[in-house]
């Protein structure tokens, strides 16, 4: 019996060995798929469309009140939150090295979303007012910090670059420019006021398609998707530009320079020949997303976009 007793202790203590080591996998797991946002980084909350939301605010350490700096709002993509969005963009160093504001505001749902229009999950069916939503961020950030209000700017990622487009569309009056990243235009659009755009995006993404169509990857429920040049010949026509140019800028990457626009307007696109689902110069967005393309930075071009397209 008192065998029975030590061997039934010693199963015990296998089992819970076992159940620990269990545990200790699955938040590695957690902590290598939704990575936290950055130490040192604040962590806010504030009520909107009566829901209380949340943003992560990165301040450069350059960063004087008495000095109005630009601020950036980064999108994550569909399943992602600020701490993923930070982890794949990099855009922290980035926002140290230029001195600006870098915000990373949260979708919402179990899978984070946002609501683009026709896309995606929990927030496009329940018609969460995100563009709302990023506009009291703005407020807030205003009434925290010295922000230049000329230089308020949006990009994002995947359903995170859906809902830039649509702030652009939206949010015309308060957005000098924005910068999609593997998004597509999946709203009715009507910016009162021009808006500066650059736009990266990858010939082999399944997820949301180059030349537009449903969608062969992804988190699903996106419907078919607007091309890349759909958006991209929209903001040139609404920015009123009249000349087009293209240029190799490496080995599978290629810019489209729409020029000739509105006083202090631009539109870019960047080609990633046989490029995926992913940040360009960043991280993977998730442990089986596709490899971004190392031939560019998204984030850096991105900041050098913005700074020379400050609100006309």
């Known amino acids: 019996r008192s065998k029975a007793m030590r061997v039934g202790l010693v199963t015990g203590v296998v089992v819970l060995v076992v159940v620990l080591i269990g545990l200790v996998v699955v938040v590695r797991h957690r902590r290598e798929s939704r990575p936290e946002v950055a130490t040192g980084d604040q962590q806010e909350s504030i009520s909107s469309g009566g829901m209380n939301r949340t943003y992560a605010v990165h301040v450069p350490p350059g960063y004087n009140p008495d000095e109005p700096a630009p601020l950036m709002l980064v999108l994550h993509g569909g399943g992602g939150d600020a701490g993923n969005a930070q982890h794949m963009t990099g855009m922290n160093q980035v926002s140290d090295e230029g001195g600006f504001l870098a915000v990373y505001p949260d979708g919402t749902g179990r899978l984070r979303t946002w609501n683009a229009g026709s896309c995606c999950g929990a927030a496009q069916r329940n018609d969460v007012d995100d563009v709302g939503f990023i506009r009291d961020v703005i407020t807030k950030m205003e009434q925290d910090y010295s922000v230049d209000p000329k230089r308020i700017y949006v990009t994002g990622m995947s359903n995170g670059g859906m809902m830039t487009y649509r702030i652009g569309c939206e949010l015309s009056d308060t957005v000098a420019a924005i910068a999609p990243v593997s998004g597509a235009l999946n709203t009715a659009c009507s910016p009162s006021q021009p808006v500066s755009t650059i736009v990266f ?93 190392d031939e560019i930075s998204a984030s850096e071009l991105i900041w050098q976009f913005m700074q020379a397209h400050p609100k006309p």
């Open 201 to 293: 995006h990858g010939t082999a993404d399944t997820s949301v398609p180059y030349e537009g169509g449903t969608p062969t990857g992804g988190i699903g429920d996106t419907g078919d998707q607007n091309s890349v040049a759909n958006a991209v010949g929209f903001w040139s026509d609404e920015d009123g530009c009249s000349n087009v140019d293209d240029q190799q800028v490496s080995t599978n990457v290629t810019l489209e320079e729409h020029t000739g626009c509105d006083p202090g307007t631009e539109v870019e696109l960047y080609t990633i020949e046989g490029g995926g689902h992913a940040w360009p110069g960043g991280e993977k967005g998730s442990r089986r997303g596709d490899t971004p393309t």
